[in-house]
Every structure is written in structure tokens, then in C-alpha cells.
């Protein structure tokens, strides 16, 4: 009953990260740092030991998501912009929304490509893991997406869509429920927030 009650708080908070997200507002960082310090009893406790290992990962990028958003195009020459016919320090401009850089591409593949690989064997040989590759794809792809989160890219939807499908499917192999119907709203809502970035963008 214990995990339950983690699992089912657990799921509130990530409903909250998911608007916060949705809205592209900074404020999603803080419930970043709420949602790991849950996970981390929950994914213990059903044997995924991947995913309770990205959760000091994403305490990490948290806090570089936060000051990246909050200082993203801080210029060092203090010129100055106007906005609505008043002029203001582009030092006061938080990061904008942007295109993944092409040449990034091939990168984070290897990267995830080294991950995936890694991971997996790690949970094959020191854990007693029944799903070790699923837990590493989703881990692995996980710690792109939020790199490129962090970066506020528009592909990071993308990414998460991938990500949400597989782990829907992995939480209700695994018998948590409430997990599982909260990523599958990830899906739904990964979709109308890519929509949401890109009207934002233009």
C-alpha cells in the first residue's frame, strides 16, 4: 500500500511537470527535482534499476535546465533590444525555444548508441533486471531527451514521444498502473505540445 501511495503521488507530480512543460514555463525544473526523490523508492521496488539511477541524472540536468532557461541568452556586450517600443538589456532574456541543430544529430546517436549498449550490460550482469533492454532503451533515449529539454529544443517532443510509448508498455509489464496511464497521457499531450513549441517558435 505504501508504494501505491508513492506511485499514485508520484503520478500527480508528473501531471504537473507535464503542464509546466506543455507551457514551456521555467517552473517545470522545480517539479524536476520533486519527481526523482519519489521515483527513486518506486523504481527500486519493482526491480528498475536503470530508471533509479537517471534519477541523479536528472537532479543534474534540473538544475542546469533552470539556470540554461533562466540565463540562456545572457549577452556579454549589453546591447540593447526593444520590445513594444521599450528598450530592454538583452541580458534580461530567458533562452528561446529553437531547431535541434543538425550536426547534433549524428552525436547523439553515438551517444545513445554507447548508453543503450552499456546500460543494458550493466543490468545483465550485476542486476537481477528481467527487462534490462526495454529499462536501458527508455533510460538511454531518456537522458537525450532531457539534455535536449534542457537545450529547449522543439525535437525534445519528439524524443519523448518514443520514449512514453516503450515505457507505457514496460509499466504495465511490470504492474504499475498508474504509471503506465500517466505515460500514456504523456503520448497524447507529447504530441499537442510539439504542436504547442513550434506555434510558439513562429
Known amino acids: 500500500m505504501e508504494w501505491n501511495f508513492l506511485e499514485i503521488f508520484g503520478t500527480i507530480v508528473g501531471l504537473v511537470y507535464l503542464w509546466l512543460e506543455y507551457k514551456a514555463s521555467i517552473y517545470l525544473w522545480i517539479a524536476s527535482v520533486v519527481m526523482p526523490a519519489i521515483n527513486l523508492f518506486v523504481y527500486f521496488n519493482a526491480g528498475l534499476y536503470a530508471d533509479f539511477a537517471m534519477d541523479i541524472y536528472y537532479l543534474a540536468i534540473a538544475i542546469y535546465g533552470w539556470i540554461l532557461w533562466r540565463y540562456g541568452l545572457k549577452k556579454k556586450d549589453n ?35 554507447f548508453l543503450f549498449v552499456g546500460i543494458a550490460q550493466v543490468l545483465i550482469l550485476f542486476t537481477n533486471s528481467t527487462v534490462p533492454w526495454l529499462d536501458s532503451f527508455t533510460t538511454s533515449l531518456s537522458i537525450i531527451g532531457m539534455w535536449v529539454l534542457a537545450r529547449k529544443h522543439l525535437e525534445q517532443w519528439l524524443v519523448w514521444i518514443v520514449v512514453d510509448i516503450v515505457s507505457a508498455f514496460l509499466y504495465a509489464y511490470k504492474e504499475l498502473y498508474f504509471y503506465c496511464g500517466l505515460y500514456t497521457l504523456y503520448i497524447v499531450v507529447a504530441i499537442f505540445g510539439y504542436l504547442k513549441w513550434k506555434k510558439m517558435m513562429e
Open 79 to 113: 546591447r540593447q533590444g526593444k520590445v513594444s517600443g521599450k528598450e530592454i538589456s538583452s541580458d534580461a532574456r530567458p533562452a528561446a525555444i529553437t531547431h535541434l541543430p543538425f550536426n547534433s544529430i549524428p552525436v547523439l546517436g553515438l551517444v545513445f548508441a
